[in-house]
């Protein structure tokens, strides 16, 4: 009797062992630094239960319809360059967490990458050799790094759209150099006109549904007006036979943020904590218990956590709010 006791109990203990750890991927997006990261800047995502980050190389383009794509250059930011990716996915990989490699695109002037388009049949050629060259730059890195989730592009609509053969040929190209999983973050309002989710491992999304044009939204008004999203991605997961990860999801903490969440506008000021969590605690209460979902990266996340966020901050991070402490509790579980 008192070894079945004992049996019973262990098996008890590790059951609920199990259960504290998630299956989803709980992230954050973490901006890339012109310095070296450490464990000390770590520690903070840990202590949010956070058991995934996104790292972002980036290329620069000088206009919508300019053909060259330029990366990994001396005068960018070291975490945006081949060898400051390198070192982070060493020390988060050493801090037991997760990475997904998400390269993107800047275009002078912050113009939406969603919207390039070249202007010849001349240019697409020269556009997407550069293109590919960065693609396959980092999936050597991601290949090297046995990096978890690598991300073919970021919010390239118009691109996808143009020139559709070119993608299929851009996943083919990155399966013979990278083994991992792959995904594609795309936007909110055209991630169902990506033609290729079958090729790919997940359903990328940027998560920036536009919810409420309520000034504080409840959890609740929130959560209903999510019911139609929900249903049109859940239905794509579906058909498509992949699950769907938000490669980035987050909100402000200002005023009717549920309204226009991809709006960064410094514009808009006016400071609102109750909207930002409430707006977070929503997303997860709709998507984090579907077992269609595989979860989600937080918008997003800088090295030097005590200086960022606060009381003054109307931007996305959750850092030293309110919702930093929600977070916690969601990543928790």
């Known amino acids: ?49 956070a ?40 020390t988060f990989k050493k801090n037991g967490i997760k990475i997904m490699l998400k390269p993107q695109i800047w275009i002078r002037r912050g ?22 060259d960065f693609i396959l730059t980092y999936a050597k890195v991601a290949q090297e790094q046995q990096i978890e989730v690598f991300s073919i592009g970021t919010e390239l609509a118009s691109f996808v759209k143009a020139r559709p053969a070119y993608w299929a040929e851009l996943i083919k190209k990155v399966r013979a150099i990278y083994k991992g999983k792959l995904t594609y973050a795309e ?18 999304i940027d998560a920036y549904f536009p919810l409420s044009e309520e000034k504080t939204p409840t959890v609740a008004s929130l959560t209903e007006a999510w019911k139609p999203y929900k249903e049109k991605i859940r239905q794509l997961s579906q058909v498509t036979g992949k699950k769907v990860l938000f490669t980035e999801y987050g909100y402000r903490s200002v005023d009717f943020t549920a309204k226009e969440p991809w709006n960064s ?34 918008w997003k996340w800088f090295h030097k956590h005590s200086e960022s966020g606060g009381k003054t901050d109307s931007q996305y991070t959750v850092q030293n709010k309110p919702a930093e402490a929600l977070i916690r509790d969601l990543y928790k579980r």
């Open 187 to 204: 936007n909110w309002d055209t991630y169902d006109n990506f033609p290729h989710w079958k090729q790919l491992d997940f359903i990328g």
């Open 111 to 132: 113009e939406f990458t969603g919207q390039i388009m070249m202007k010849s049949e001349a240019d697409w050629q020269v556009f997407e050799k550069s293109y590919t």
């Open 1 to 49: 009797m008192k070894n079945r006791f004992y049996i019973c109990v262990i098996g008890l203990l590790s059951s609920i062992g199990l259960a504290q750890q998630s299956d989803k991927i709980d992230g954050v997006s973490f901006v890339s630094s012109h310095e070296s990261i450490t464990d000390s800047h770590i520690q903070p995502i840990r202590a949010i239960n």
């Open 265 to 298: 506008s410094t514009a808009m000021t006016n400071i609102n904590f109750e909207g930002q969590t409430n707006a977070l605690e929503a997303i997860n209460r709709t998507f984090w218990k579907e077992p269609w979902f595989e979860g989600g990266f937080l």
């Open 51 to 90: 058991n995934w980050t996104a790292l972002s190389p980036f290329a620069f383009m000088a206009a919508l319809d300019s053909p060259e794509v330029r990366f990994n250059m001396e005068r960018q930011w070291k975490g945006e360059r081949v060898d400051g990716i390198m070192d982070m996915c060493n």
